[in-house]
């Protein structure tokens, strides 16, 4: 029976090395192909997908997909970057070959391991029970490769790719570019269930894993939880799959385990019938390779006939574990009979029995191929006889599981704890253990637990928690699983504030967990922006910001950080600070004796407008003089001279919240003195001007200057009434005085300048005067002979003349004065001058009488060289000079004063004749002047703007001269004479 068994594996060699040569002749007949491609012309309306399709070569996508290949074979033709062809132009198209290819020379063990992974790796998904169908809703950006590629279901191209089986099983996707799909669409994905274990580990309620195909995809489908795995039963599932591959596995190995040991029978029977040959040599075996004489084989007689009459006792089994191999024993009652013992193993008891041991003649067995955490069935079988045997009692031994691998995530704030352990026997009971400050110091919050799933609701905001499992295996061992550290939910404290002394007093609730925490103090000047850190490791739960200015808004938060530093933050509040009190109030007088008032103010980010307020008296009766303020700085123009006034400055924000500076005191210079005015009594100068109203002491300082003084010399000083009598006054000599006002705060302005003329005395003033002009005439000859009419001009004409003035009294001055003119005629384009400049000279006398401050009036005799002109019709002129005489008489008003400036104007009448007087040549004319006169301590300068009309009659000629002149005068004082 044994060489028949050989005999037909070696038939299977044979028959795979047969298979070996077929693929590879397949192979290379696939890759010579290539050389005989076909060609296609491109048709309008063609792209390279659709050509692929038409000729049936898949699959299009992938590495080993005929899109790369024809891309390789069409290099100038079809271009990568959008796969660009071009109607008419012609392609190379790729011959239909096998997808498998197969190495030019392998072993038998390398070709089996290339077929098992051709099969796994393209094994049609329909049939795959480690697949589960999952229920998903497609989100923004999401692709079906990409997905498939993250959810480990490959391969995810070629025919049997899960791509091609994902669009299979959604035939009512809406139809996009390559395996884009549609946002917030359902579409239904077949993946691997171990994938769907670690999705709905995370999340159980948003992962739908379906527990078999639905027929179609609608709301129904959706709505029915019974439609839909739990975490828990999908474990199970996965575990009972994970079991069968397991015993499968050990199935496997303990049949070519069988058929190595049929094949060591053989050599033994071979190497007993040597022994007794060889008898000398028996001794020289090793022990441990000697097999006991009562060793019964395939053809002793109770193994191959029933012999009747035999007492089979029965086989007591027993086990135990040792270092995670169990050890079986039994008892040896029934070895005249036979001793050939199969082990039979189960995961279930009193069923589900395989082999795992045969023909071993042995009463002890180690089985190490063991799953942990498994409870094995094991029992004896004994083979006598033909075709009889006997079975042991059955026993079952637990294998030790494995650690526990222990997870925790946070749960709508709670802690939730799962933990895999793959085993199969579900009598173990679970100690979950934590600890809340290090990895020691565990208790116990859970005890006899039997899933594997624990949510821990016992926790504090702001805590940190060390997790174990332990896992009760027998009395004295105990399995523990991996310790873990989570953290729950931070704590998040309510943030408030208030102003204290000035300042920002921040407080925030207290944080009850074990975390030890810090606190960071954030704050802005602008609400959600440009937060800066102003104060870090806080370990208090209140802060004041010493740094916050008056008159500011703020924005704060805390942030929170624990020893993992992760960050929560608090609520956002708005803290206004009350307005900053002003300082450095001061006032001062400006250079018109009105008072500023100027203050500082450390001033926040808030609007801030101020209030002036004014007293009389300190401390009361204030009233607000100007509100709404927005500099730093007003003068009070409203204030009166030459009182004592109170301020205080208020800083009001814009809740309306004030602060008051402290109060300061001015008192302003009196007000200049008004209706300052004298006159002269008999010999003394009487003053007097208005009182000044006035809540402090106020007197009076008088200055006097008269006319040989340079600036005004105080008089007096200390002057309390409202008048003053100068008694110290000289005769003929005139007076200027000014009174200022003077209090604590200083010095009024000056008052108006009063000009009074003293007493007349015998001595006389008088002054000398030189004055220079320039004039231009104009000529109207009347040749009364002839009858000739003609006009005549002059250049610019200079002139000089100096001028003695002697006053005889206060109100009457008299002059003399000599002058000479350039007289020059202007060319004439008709007549020739026999002589045209001439030196003219002029002298005259005249007195000037004062009729009252403003007007006055003068009469002036003169005698004066004049040019006549006389044409005789034709072309020649004779010249002639004529002394002349004319009187006149001014009248002069002064309508503009302004200290010693004068600004007149005077006018009147001019009579000029002859000197050899005859009635007939008498002649009337005028004169009118604007005169500008500056007077000074010891000069004085005038100019006069002049056009004068004077008319001349001699020697039947008649002569109208205008003349229009500027002029210019210095005259210096001479003093008393």
């Known amino acids: 029976m044994i060489n028949a068994k050989q005999n037909t594996l070696r038939i299977k060699y044979l028959f795979n090395l047969i298979l070996i040569l077929l693929l590879s002749i397949i192979s290379y007949t696939s890759l010579s ?16 997908l659709s050509i692929l399709k038409k000729h049936k070569l898949t699959p299009i996508y992938g590495k080993n997909g005929y899109l790369s290949e024809i891309i390789r074979l069409n290099p100038e033709t079809i271009h990568d970057e959008g796969n660009l062809i071009f109607p008419k132009n012609e392609i190379i198209l790729p011959i239909k070959s096998l997808e498998l290819t197969i190495p030019d020379s392998v072993n038998y063990a390398e070709y089996t391991k290339s077929i098992e992974n051709f099969k796994t790796k393209f094994r049609n998904f329909k049939d795959n029970d480690n697949y589960v169908y999952m229920f998903y809703t497609v989100k923004n950006g999401d692709m079906i490769s990409m997905l498939l590629q993250n959810l480990e279901a490959t391969p995810i191209y070629g025919t049997y790719g899960s791509l091609n089986f994902t669009i299979e099983l959604n035939p009512k996707k809406r139809m996009t570019k390559g395996d884009l799909i549609i946002p917030r669409e359902k579409i239904l994905l077949f993946i691997p269930m171990k994938i769907a274990l670690k999705l709905m580990q995370k999340d159980e309620k948003s992962v739908l894993i379906l527990k078999e195909k639905p027929k179609e995809l609608n709301k129904k489908t959706y709505r029915d939880s019974n439609n839909f795995y739990t975490f828990s039963e999908l474990e199970k599932l996965y575990k009972s799959k994970e079991n069968e591959k397991f015993n499968l596995k050990i199935k496997n190995e303990n049949q070519m385990e069988f058929i190595n040991n049929s094949n060591s029978l053989d050599n033994k029977k071979d190497e007993a019938s040597t022994l007794d040959n060889k008898k000398d040599n028996s001794n020289s075996l090793d022990n441990k390779n000697k097999e006991p004489t009562n060793i019964i084989y395939e053809d002793n007689p109770y193994n191959n006939i029933n012999v009747p009459n035999i007492d089979i006792k029965p086989i007591q089994l027993t086990g135990k574990i040792e270092n995670g191999i169990i050890k079986l024993t039994w008892d ?30 042995k009463n002890n067995y180690e089985d190490n191929k063991l799953q942990p955490g498994t409870e094995y069935f094991y029992t004896i079988v004994l083979h006598y006889g033909k075709e009889k045997k006997i079975k042991s009692n059955e026993i079952s031994l637990v294998v030790e599981p494995k650690q526990p691998k222990l997870t925790a995530n946070l749960k709508n704030g709670k802690v939730q704890l799962n933990w895999l352990t793959n085993n199969l026997f ?70 408030s504030g208030i102003i204290e002394s000035n300042k920002v007093k921040l407080m925030w609730t207290k944080n009850n967990g074990n975390k030890i925490l810090s606190y960071r103090v954030k704050r802005s000047q602008k609400n959600n922006r440009d937060f800066v850190t102003i104060a870090n490791n806080i370990i208090e739960n209140n802060y004041t910001d010493e740094s916050a200015l008056n008159g500011s808004t703020y924005y704060y938060y805390v942030e929170i950080m ?22 450095n109030f001061r006032a001062r007088l400006d250079k018109n004796n009105n008072i ?62 004030s602060q008051d500076s402290f109060e300061i005191t001015i008192v302003s210079p009196p007000e200049k003195v008004s209706n300052f005015h ?19 002491d106020t007197h009076f300082i008088l200055k006097r200057k008269s006319e040989n003084d340079e600036d005004f010399i105080p008089l007096s000083e200390e002057i309390t009434a409202n008048n003053y009598t100068d008694l110290e006054i000289l005769p003929q000599e005139n007076y200027s005085y000014i009174l200022l006002a003077v209090n604590e705060g200083g010095i009024s302005l000056e008052s108006n300048i009063i000009k009074i003329k003293s007493f007349f005395g015998k001595h006389t003033a008088n002054s000398l005067g030189i004055t220079n002009g320039i004039s231009f005439y104009t000529l109207k000859e009347t040749n009364q002979n002839i009858g000739s009419n003609d006009t005549f001009y002059t250049s610019a004409s200079p002139y000089a003349q100096i001028e003695h003035t002697q006053n005889w009294s206060d109100h009457m001055r008299s002059h003399f004065a000599l002058g000479v003119t350039y007289f020059d005629i202007s060319k004439s384009p008709i007549y020739a001058f026999p002589q045209r400049q001439f030196y003219l000279f002029n002298a005259n006398v005249g007195i000037q009488f004062d009729l009252n401050n ?28 004529r002394n002349f005489q004319s009187l006149k008489v001014l009248a002069n008003y002064t309508f503009y004063k302004y200290g010693f400036l004068f600004v007149q104007v005077e006018a009147g009448p001019l009579i000029t004749v002859p000197v050899q007087f005859s009635p007939a040549n008498l002649q009337f004319g005028y004169e009118s002047a604007l005169k500008l006169t500056q007077q000074n301590n010891k000069f004085a300068l005038e100019a006069r703007l002049f056009y ?23 005259i210096f004082d001479l003093g008393f004479q």
């Open 596 to 657: 500023h008032l100027s203050w500082d103010i450390d001033k926040g980010n808030n609007s801030i407008k101020y209030h002036l307020s004014r007293s009389l008296s300190s401390m009361q009766n204030y009233e607000i003089i100007q509100d709404n303020l927005t500099e730093k700085s007003v003068t009070d123009f409203s204030a009166k001279k030459g009182l004592r006034y109170y301020y205080i400055v208020t800083a009001v924000d814009e809740s309306h919240i």
């Open 678 to 696: 004298g006159e002269l009594i008999g010999h003394t100068i009487f003053l007097q001007w208005d009182f000044v109203k006035t809540n402090i």
């Open 426 to 495: 579900k009598g173990f009971k679970y100690e979950i253990l934590r600890s809340e400050n290090n990895l020691e110091n565990f208790k116990s919050i859970m005890n006899n637990y039997s899933n594997s799933i624990y949510l821990d609701k016992n926790i504090s905001l702001g805590s940190k928690y060390y997790y174990k499992v332990k896992i009760f295996y027998e009395k004295d061992i105990n399995i523990f699983s991996n310790i873990v550290e989570i953290s729950s939910k931070n704590f998040k404290p309510k943030l």
């Open 562 to 583: 624990d020893d993992e530093k992760n960050p929560t933050v608090t609520n956002k509040i708005k803290i206004i600070t009350t307005p900053p009190i002003p300082y």
């Open 332 to 361: 040896t009652n029934n070895k005249e009979y036979s001793n050939m013992y199969e082990i039979k193993r189960s995961i279930k008891s009193k069923n589900s029995y395989y082999t795992i041991k045969k023909l071993t003649t």
């Open 854 to 881: 403003d007007w006055k009036i003068m009469y002036e005799y003169s005698l004066n060289e004049k040019v006549l002109l006389q044409t005789d019709g034709y072309d020649q002129v004779n010249t002639l000079i």
């Open 948 to 970: 004068k009309v004077n008319p001349l009659k001699s020697e039947n000629i008649l002569s109208k001269e205008s003349e229009i002149g500027l002029s210019g005068k210095i």
């Open 33 to 48: 192909q290539e050389k005989n491609n076909q060609t296609y012309q491109i048709k309008d309306g063609d792209n390279v």
